[in-house]
């Protein structure tokens, strides 16, 4: 059984820096993107940053240059780090993967870890 577990959200001050880290356990094949969305309140959930089949990355446009997704496949895990965090970025922020297996698609989600930045 496939899992994905987020940690690492808290408060933070506006320009401020996080690392979200995604624990991935569960023998999964067929990957077509690893990555990361956040939703708030009256928000759809958006985009936030993801590695494509291939190692490509794509950001959403209120994040690129201020965050950065990594993995690390030895350990698993899929990180992401933000950095000036802005108020804006309050949100919970959930890790994804998808892809298929054979005409079988799949897209799993982990339980979410609040990100809060105030002063």
């Known amino acids: 059984q496939v899992q994905l577990v987020e940690s690492g959200g808290g408060l933070v001050q506006p320009g401020g820096s996080l690392r979200l880290s995604c624990l991935i356990s569960g023998s999964i094949s067929g990957i077509n993107g690893m990555g990361w969305y956040r939703e708030s309140p009256g928000r759809q959930r958006e985009l936030v940053a993801t590695?494509?089949?291939?190692?490509?990355?794509i950001y959403g446009d209120s994040v690129k240059g201020r965050f950065t997704i990594s993995r690390d496949n030895a350990k698993n895990t899929l990180y992401l780090q933000m950095n000036n965090l802005k108020p804006e970025d309050t949100a919970v922020y959930y890790c994804?993967?998808?892809?298929?297996?054979?005409?079988?698609?799949?897209?799993?989600w982990g339980q979410g870890t609040q990100v809060t930045v105030s002063s």
């Open positions: 994804n993967v998808d892809g298929s297996l054979g005409w079988k698609p799949y897209d799993y």
């Open positions: 590695i494509i089949s291939g190692g490509n990355t």
